[in-house]
């Protein structure tokens, strides 16, 4: 069964949704022998107590006023399209796709709701769960990174692999995935739809995340276009080589402009940071940064803004 299974999973969503393998095909017994809970091909109406969340959600968001908007939209007209569960065991079930309808129908104080029923493993779930969420327009790039990144590392499968699961170019894949490289203010700001997902790739073409938050911050107060922020992406990265050369050629800038330069530097990741952030530097350019931390909680939360 599972050489199958793995060959059903490289033909993407629908393969599996189609595959006699993940039906389930019993039914109740007793006085409801006659309602269904999973005939193959068939949908069910099945107690919303009965149903967990997806743990593979690549979705982490979910907008409150969205949900009372579409659960607005279920009291009137009911549920237009079926969700999909797996059977995880006597009346128990997982949501494989469909948790905004879900979530809904819990708000708008149904009981139960109509359901395609699957058998699949977690591998199965999570590419399913990970193919269906990618395909919605408005699923926002950090949350497709994100999924993209969990396919390469919960799947095992290359950046060539993904790209053919999911029907994209590896370009496509490999630029999403650069994304998750951002600091993590930048990345909420690309999920809050602050800046687009070009402004984020423009940034990207800065290296040092200093003048990433700088270049984010010009973006935000000054309403640059993509291209603007590309053009000082550029300036930004033949300054730095313009210095990497004036270093090595022991024709530097002046030690007033320089230290002006460290100073702004020094700024931004004390604010990013929210600490006391200190920079030091030697005349043959190295130098340290030293972030203090008050507690372990502290030194947590700066962990996280690193992403370790």
Known sequence: ?????????????????????????????????STPTGVVGSVAVIPLEQIEP????????????????????????????PI???????DKYQIISGERRFRASKLAGLEAIPAYIRVANDQ????????ENIQRQDLNPIDVAISYKRLIEECSLTQEQLSERVGKNRTTVTNFVRLLKLPP???????????????ARAILGVDDIGHQLLLFKEILEKQLSVRDVEER???????RSQRENQSASGSGRSATQQQ?????????????????VQLSHQSDGSGKITIPFGSDEDLNRILELLNY
């Open 260 to 276: 002006f330069e460290y100073e702004k530097i020094r700024k931004v990741l004390s604010s990013h940071f929210s600490a006391k």
């Open 1 to 33: 069964m599972s050489n199958n299974k793995r060959s059903a999973l490289g033909r993407g969503l629908s393969a599996l949704l189609e595959s006699a393998e993940t039906d389930v095909t019993t039914r109740s017994s007793g006085a409801n022998a």
């Open 233 to 239: 992406a550029r300036q930004a990265s033949g300054k």
């Open 124 to 131: 199965g779930m999570l590419e399913m769960a990970l193919v």
């Open 54 to 81: 997806n743990p593979f959600q690549p979705r982490t968001e979910f907008k409150p006023e969205e949900l009372k908007e579409l659960s607005q939209s279920i009291k009137e007209q009911g549920i237009i399209q």
């Open 84 to 90: 999909t569960v797996r059977k995880l065991g006597y």
């Open 185 to 199: 203010e930048i990345q909420a700001a690309l999920r809050d739809n602050r800046i687009t997902m070009g402004h």
